[in-house]
């Protein structure tokens, strides 16, 4: 994250003696990002966070992936899922993914185990629901609409508040942090940024808890594997620094408009490896006496675009067979733009109520499993036939 934080115990000056009660060292660890030369906290614990007991490799939930071809827009309907007795980690179910970045979602009615992605950072979106998540670092609590970035390799785990919780998961092979473009020099928000170090919220104050023997998972570049901890991970009595856990609310992001419909850029929010993430918001539209406010045709020859609708009326998508819970696939070398009379019938429009989020990649995304056991065959003939069964004469 762009701004310091200090949370609990910490001694006045690093890399010095901080004693416990019965005057034994704290353990301290630094958590930092590209071999020391990049963002950084220093975690105290009341034991050595390097002490396991045990280690065995873990096989999680097999998944494959398969490339776009024929090439097409795809519609994926998540909520046509199975859901029922998942956690939020084991029980993600694969949708899109490249050597990037992998797309997920899943409903979990159960807490999660110990978990370290020490892959990359993960994006998780909070379609519904609410959740606690536990982690080293202290509580974040999040609910609908929210944003929760997990650096890599922070211990934590997933609790479902009350109903179960829907989440888009977004993991990258690499870091996931505000655009630079909206960043200072010294990574402090700039004014045109569509949202600032007020709407961020991290972890204020430590979680406690004392246990031995405990499991983590750990996914990691050859694959799983299951510590076992001499003690509970979470027992950091105070940390501080740039690195740590933190969530946003869509709802807190600024749309950015203006006289003529404006580019996606415009609703980028955050940015990972060859990979951007884009928050579409209700929103006043283009105000020029001859303005069409839905998007152009166009082909974005270096991105595969996937939108994913989790609120309002997407009125670029009327007649589509787009719904809430919908994902949309439009691939590199493939032209995509508005439905069949989307643009006549918004001349005029002075507001959209639309709440979605958008990936973008830079290589092309192969489909997994659970996105074709998902898919609505009928979406690519729509501009072509709108309302037409599919090709096979199925629905």
């Known amino acids: 994250m762009p701004y310091y934080r200090s949370v ?12 416990q009660p019965d005057g034994t060292l704290y353990a301290e660890e630094l958590m930092g990002q590209e071999g020391f030369s990049s963002d950084s906290s220093l975690l105290y614990h009341r034991y050595l966070p390097t002490a396991i007991v045990a280690a065995e490799a873990y096989d999680p939930p097999a998944w494959s992936r398969v490339p776009n071809r024929p090439l097409k827009p795809r519609h994926l309907q998540t909520h046509k899922l199975e859901v029922g007795g998942a956690d939020a980690v084991t029980g993600r179910q694969h949708l899109l993914a490249n050597d990037d970045v992998r797309i997920s979602y899943v409903v979990a009615d159960t807490p999660s185990p110990l978990y370290r992605n020490a892959v990359g950072d993960e994006c998780l979106y909070l379609e519904s629901g609410r959740a606690v998540f536990e982690t080293s670092f202290g509580l974040l609590e999040a609910g609908e609409g929210d ?21 888009l998961a977004i993991e990258a092979t690499g870091h996931i942090g505000p655009p630079k473009r909206y960043l200072s020099v010294r990574g402090q928000f700039l004014e045109h940024s569509p949202y600032c170090e007020r709407d961020v919220r991290g972890p204020s104050a430590p979680l406690l808890v004392d246990e031995t023997e405990v499991d983590v998972l750990v996914q990691h570049r050859r694959g799983w594997t299951k510590f076992t901890y001499a003690h509970h991970p979470f027992d950091v009595v105070g940390w501080d620094g740039h690195l740590y856990p933190w969530a946003f609310s869509i709802h807190d992001f600024e749309p950015i408009t203006g006289r003529i419909h404006q580019p996606p850029p415009v609703h980028q929010t955050f940015q990972g490896p060859n990979f951007v993430i884009c928050s579409f ?39 589509s067979g787009i719904e809430q819970g919908s994902i949309s696939l439009h691939p590199s070398g493939f032209t995509h733009g508005p439905q069949p009379g989307a643009a006549e019938r918004a001349i005029g429009a002075d507001y959209f109520d639309e709440l979605a989020v958008m990936v973008d990649t830079f290589r092309p995304l192969d489909l997994c499993d659970a996105g074709l056991a998902c898919e609505d065959d009928a979406y690519a003939w729509t501009w072509a036939r709108p309302g037409a069964a599919r090709p096979d004469g199925a629905g």
């Open 281 to 319: 918001v209700p929103r006043k539209v283009d105000y020029h006496p001859l303005a069409i406010p839905v998007p152009y045709n166009h082909h974005n020859v270096d991105s595969d675009e996937m939108l994913f609708y989790t609120g309002g009326n997407y009125e670029a998508r009327r007649g």
């Open 8 to 19: 609990g115990e910490i001694p006045r000056k690093r890399h010095t003696q901080f004693r």
């Open 147 to 167: 944003y929760v970035i997990i650096p890599t390799s922070v211990i934590y785990r997933v609790v479902p508040i009350g109903a179960p919780v829907r989440i």
